[in-house]
Nanobody
Framework: QVQLVESGGGLVHPGGSLRLSCAAS????????MGWYRQAPGKQRELVAT???????NYVDSVKGRFTISRDNAKNTVYLQMNSLKPEDTALYSC????????WGQGTQVTVSS
């Protein structure tokens, strides 16, 4: 059974930082492109960042220079370090694993507010 379990969300002030984690089980982790997506209320889900098994990364323009995606293939875990957070980063952040098929986690809420 495939499971993706996110953690690390919460409430943070503007300018603050959070580190999200997504622990995967039931898949050959290093074969999968791992991604973080987010969905704000009333908006479509958008891609935030992806990372290949070899470590090649890609980011949406709005988070470049502020967010860093990384992975530990030995721990089957992908991370999203989020710095200089803005209120517009508020969303439900979900982890995705994609190879021949795709899997989703349940999401973790990030709220940026003063």
């Amino acid at each position: 059974q495939v499971q993706l379990v996110e953690s690390g969300g919460g409430l943070v002030h503007p300018g603050g930082s959070l580190r999200l984690s997504c622990a995967a089980s039931g898949i050959s982790f290093r074969l999968y492109v791992m991604g973080w997506y987010r969905q704000a209320p009333g908006k479509q889900r958008e891609l935030v960042a992806t990372i290949t098994g070899g470590g090649i990364t890609n980011y949406v323009d709005s988070v470049k220079g502020r967010f860093t995606i990384s992975r530990d293939n030995a721990k089957n875990t992908v991370y999203l370090q989020m710095n200089s957070l803005k209120p517009e980063d508020t969303a439900l952040y979900s982890c995705n694993a994609k190879w021949h098929t795709g899997y989703w986690g349940q999401g973790t809420q990030v709220t940026v507010s003063s």
